[in-house]
């Protein structure tokens, strides 16, 4: 049995340059320093060190199986190294992501996104590695959905023997901490019914039904939940393998001719359009967004990360970056209203509670008639929008 490959994307926001906007080169150049000592140590196989916005990608390439403590450990030690450069050049929120000083063994939990999978390679092995910026995990739902569940998407579900099967959703819920798993197609209304909530679940994994095999792996960390605060967003990564019974390159990267709308942009409270950049423009600017993502592409070669190719670099997905300029415009005239702002609800960790609670004994019962209710505040953590 040929060795297994194992694909690890872990990643973090540890500090900004300018404000939230990009990353610092000297940041990226200690990164790339640090990797490299673990590839000649024998630790990596390969690895890939992009940037998305103000978020540090780390791909990389072993033999060691998901959550193997050293490589979480490398990915942890370089964070801090890189945190050590961010706080001297004083950038932005140096840290931002690092949100406990307790590893043992596993970054899972303690702020860094991570997406792993691991696989037997087969004759060729295209991977693709999604980074986006300035949103959630729920951002991948749609998306994810249309690779791997609706035919006008990717015709591979109707016309390709080995995908015709359907696949797997694996999808978290992430306010209860509990996963669930659903097939498709008979069970895609279901599916529909959870990824359509893209605030609260959110597509965790894919597998091909036929032989169970993993498509597809998202990171689903939610930095609020940890910090009990908001902090950053939990600017995500997907991976998702491609070709012979999986959708086929330009299938998985079809559904982003789409700009969705998503959470995220500044402060993390806006729904704004999802934007296919090229690398160079994983910058988000305007009210610190729109929100972004860029695609790499490898063929894997005995774990040898053949690549990136910069797949949204082609003038192809011009006109989804037009229309989501003009969708971002369009947003933006709504300012501090719904449903550019995200809903209560979704607030509670920033600090707009804060400023509510100071207003809360300024409200005045029964000013709608005997049978209005008490106003209850978002600080109370019940609001009114909940009831509905
Ligand atoms: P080629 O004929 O260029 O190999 O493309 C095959 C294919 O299935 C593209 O989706
Ligand atoms: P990041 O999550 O990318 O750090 O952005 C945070 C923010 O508040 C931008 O306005
Ligand atoms: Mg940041
Ligand atoms: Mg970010």
Not at 65 to 85: M, P, Q, R
Not at 93 to 100: P, R, V
Not at 111 to 116: I, L, N, T
Not at 149 to 167: C, E, K, R, S, Y
Request: glycine fraction near 8%; aromatic fraction near 10%.
């Amino acid at each position: 049995m040929p060795e297994k490959t194992t694909v690890s994307v872990i990643k973090a926001d540890v500090g900004g340059f300018v404000g939230h906007c990009t990353s610092h080169p000297k940041l990226v150049e200690k990164a790339k320093e640090e990797i490299a000592k673990a590839k000649k140590e024998g630790l990596l196989t390969d690895f890939c060190v992009l940037t998305c916005g103000d978020d540090l990608e780390l791909i990389m390439t072993h033999t060691h199986g998901t959550g193997y403590d050293k490589v979480h450990a490398l990915a942890w030690n370089i964070f801090l190294k890189c945190t050590e450069v961010a706080k001297q050049l004083k950038l932005y929120g140096a840290g931002q992501d690092l949100l406990s000083d307790a590893f043992s063994g596993n970054v899972k939990g303690l702020g860094p996104g991570v997406a792993e999978m691991e696989f037997a390679e087969r004759k060729s092995e295209p991977v693709l590695v999604f980074m986006a910026d300035k949103t959630s995990p729920g951002a991948w739902n749609l998306p994810v959905y249309k690779m791997f569940a609706d035919p006008f998407n990717t015709p591979g579900l109707v016309i390709d023997p080995a995908a015709h099967g359907g696949f797997t959703f694996e999808i978290l819920d992430v306010e209860e901490n509990k996963t669930i798993k659903l097939n498709t197609p008979e069970e895609s209304y279901d599916v529909l019914l959870f990824l359509g909530s893209i605030d609260r679940f959110m597509v965790k994994a894919v597998y091909r039904r036929s032989d169970g095999e993993i498509a597809a792996v998202a990171s689903t960390d939610k930095l609020s939940h940890i910090a009990g605060q908001y902090v950053g967003k939990d600017d995500p990564v997907l991976v998702v393998r491609s070709q012979a019974g999986f959708p086929a390159v330009g299938e998985v990267i079809e559904p982003f001719a789409f700009p969705h709308l998503v959470e995220g942009w500044t402060r993390g409270s806006h729904h704004g359009p999802l934007v296919p950049v090229k690398f160079d423009d994983a910058r988000p600017t305007r009210f610190d967004g729109p929100p972004r993502v860029i695609c790499a592409g490898f063929q894997i070669n005995n774990g040898v990360l053949e690549g990136p190719v910069d797949f949204f670099s082609d003038p192809a997905y011009d006109l989804a970056r037009t229309r989501a300029w003009k969708v971002a415009d369009y947003m933006r005239q709504h300012g501090p209203f719904q449903p550019h702002r995200l809903s209560l609800d979704a607030m509670e960790y920033t600090t707009l509670p804060k400023v509510m609670e100071k207003l809360k004994g300024r409200f005045v019962s029964g000013s709608n008639g005997s049978h209005s209710k008490t106003v209850k505040t978002a600080a109370a953590k019940t609001t009114t929008a909940t009831k509905r």
